[in-house]
């Protein structure tokens, strides 16, 4: 049978969160500080294992891609910014 808040069977939340004991300091509270920056450069190096590098045409392709798109926005900015020149010529004289 089931209530509103959970089952019989299985206890709620909240009396499972009551019944376990606060950790004081676990790994972190036991290390020094350069004990510390040790696991935190483990960390680093373990997460950077974890990317996947692009290959040299995938670098190539997606530089190539960024160049001509910043290449057609500064175009775009440029007609703009000519067009509000001559707009402001125009109105002032």
Same mark, same amino acid.
């Given at each position: 049978m089931t *209530? %509103?808040?959970? &089952?019989?069977?299985?206890?709620?939340?909240? *009396? %499972?969160?009551? &019944?376990?004991?606060?950790?004081?300091?676990g790994k972190?509270?036991?290390k020094g500080p350069l004990g510390r920056l040790a696991v935190f450069y483990r960390q680093i190096v373990a997460e950077l294992r974890k990317v996947v590098w692009p290959t040299r045409s995938q670098?190539?392709?997606y530089t190539t891609?960024?160049?001509?798109?910043v290449v057609v926005m500064i175009g775009l900015v440029t007609v703009i910014d000519l067009g509000f020149q001559e707009a402001v010529k125009y109105v002032f004289g």
């Open positions: *209530d %509103a808040v959970g &089952s019989i069977d299985m206890p709620d939340a909240e *009396d %499972a969160s009551e &019944s376990k004991k606060g950790r004081k300091g972190r509270g036991k670098l190539t392709s891609v960024v160049i001509v798109f």
